[in-house]
C-alpha cells in the first residue's frame, strides 16, 4: 500500500489498530452491564385500627377509643351576590367634516359682502366726525380771536375813558386824528376850536383835558415848563380806588411835543390830580390826561 512505504507509518497503524480493538473489547464488558429493576409485590399499607386519624406518632398496638358524637357545624349561608349590570359604554360619535355647499359658499361671499359694508360706513363716519371736529376748532378759533379783538376794543375805549364809544343817533365825523369820530367832549361846543378842556386848569396857563370813566376829578394843579416849548402831551394815568394817580406815564398815542421838559411837567401835573374814591372800581384804573403847552406857559 503506498499509504504505509515506510517503516515508521507500518508502525504507526499497527499501534493505532492495537490500541483502539483494546478500547472496543473494555467498553464491550464494563461499560455497557445492563441491571434489571427489583422486583415488585404490591402497594405498602400503613398499619392502622381505624378509618381516620391524626398526627405523626405511629402506635405499635391497637389504640383504645370509643365513638362520640361530633357537633355538625352549621353550614354557613350563602350570600347571594346582586349582578352589576354593566355600565354602557358610552361611544362618542366622531365629528362629521361639514361639506360646504353652493348656499354655504353664497352666505360667506354674503357675510363678507356686510361686513365690508359696516366697516366702510365706520370709515365714513369716523371721517364725518374727523370733519365735524375740525370745523369746530375752526370755528372756536374764530370766536376766540373776535374775543380777542373785542377785548382789545374795550380795552382802548377803557384806556381813554370810553370816548372811542358813542350811543347818538346821528351820524358824521370831526377831527384831527386818523381815526374815525365826532373827536371832542361831551359837553363842549360844536362850534369851538379845541378838542381839549375843561378842568380846573382854565385857558391861561396850559389847556388841560383829561378822561376817566366813571370818577369825578377832585383837585388838580399845573406844573410849568422849565424850557420855552409849547405843544400837546397826553399822559396815561393809573389811579387807585381811593382817587390818588399812582403812576403817570407822558408822550402816549396823541402827543404832539415830546420835548424831555414837557414831557417831565406833564407827567409831575398828572401827579397832582385828586379824584373821587370808588371802592367799587378796579384796583387801578386807567384813565388819561392831555396838556397842551404854551410858549412862555
Known sequence: MSFLDTRHKKKSFTLTTLLLSALLLLLFYIGLTYLD???????????????????????????RSEPREVPTPAEPQEQVEEPVQPKEAVVEEAPVEKVLTSDDTETIKLRQQQEA???????????????????????????RKR?????????IDAL???????????TGSEGDDDRAGDKGQPDGDPYATSYYGGGPGGGDVGTVGYGLKGRKL????????????????????????????????????????????????????????????????????????????????
Open 160 to 170: 381813554i375813558g370810553g370816548i372811542g364809544k358813542s350811543d347818538g343817533t346821528t
Open 117 to 143: 359694508k359696516r366697516k366702510a360706513e365706520e370709515e365714513a363716519e369716523k371721517a364725518k366726525a374727523e370733519a365735524e371736529r375740525i370745523a369746530q376748532e375752526k370755528r372756536e378759533a374764530e370766536e
Open 37 to 63: 429493576p427489583p422486583i415488585e409485590n404490591g402497594i405498602a399499607v400503613n398499619f392502622g385500627t381505624m378509618d381516620f386519624g391524626s398526627g405523626e406518632v405511629q402506635p405499635k398496638e391497637k389504640v
Open 218 to 297: 377832585l383837585d388838580s394843579k399845573i406844573v410849568r415848563q422849565d424850557c420855552n416849548e409849547e405843544g400837546r402831551v397826553v399822559v396815561r394815568i393809573y389811579v387807585d380806588q381811593s382817587g390818588k394817580v399812582v403812576k403817570a406815564e407822558p408822550g402816549i398815542q396823541g402827543t404832539l411835543n415830546a420835548a424831555p421838559c414837557l414831557l417831565e411837567a406833564a407827567e409831575k401835573t398828572a401827579l397832582t390830580y385828586k379824584w373821587n374814591s370808588d371802592g367799587d372800581a378796579k384796583p387801578q384804573q386807567i384813565g388819561f390826561i392831555v396838556i397842551v403847552f404854551k410858549l412862555g406857559q
Open 147 to 155: 374775543q380777542e379783538e373785542e377785548a382789545k376794543k374795550n380795552n
